[in-house]
């Protein structure tokens, strides 16, 4: 089992930078694949991007391409998104989430995802 807390969330203006984080706790963080997903008001959950555990695969959503960033470091048990050029439709609450299946299995969708964390606002001014 995995717990996550996200931080690093706020309001920036478009065409700024931001960096999510989202730590782990627990033994295993470096078992699970892991994903970013955001929620804007009134929308779906959808996904941003995706991790395979031992960072060898990742994958984006077409509008984050180029300006997004995932990484990981299982030593410190941490994920982050590192998102660059932002734009007023990225305003959104972003929610990590770990994945216990095989990374290929569906790491765009939400409901293959195991554990989530409670998510951090990102707000982008224009």
């Known amino acids: 089992q995995v717990q996550l807390v996200e931080s690093g969330g706020g309001l920036v203006q478009a065409g700024g930078s931001l960096r999510v984080s989202c730590a782990a706790s627990g033994r295993t963080f470096s078992r699970y694949n892991m994903g970013w997903f955001r929620q804007a008001p009134g929308k779906e959950r959808e996904f941003v991007a995706a991790i395979k555990w031992s960072g060898s695969s990742i994958n984006y959503v077409d509008s984050v391409k180029g300006r997004f960033t995932i990484s990981r470091d299982n030593a410190k048990k941490m994920l982050y998104l590192q998102m660059n050029s932002l734009k007023p439709e990225d305003t959104a609450v972003y929610y990590c989430?770990?994945?216990?299946?095989?990374?290929?299995?569906?790491?765009?969708?939400?409901?293959?995802?195991?554990?989530w964390g409670q998510g951090t606002q990102v707000t982008v001014s224009s």
């Open positions: 989430a770990a994945k216990s299946r095989d990374y290929s299995d569906r790491y765009y969708d939400v409901w293959a995802y195991d554990y």
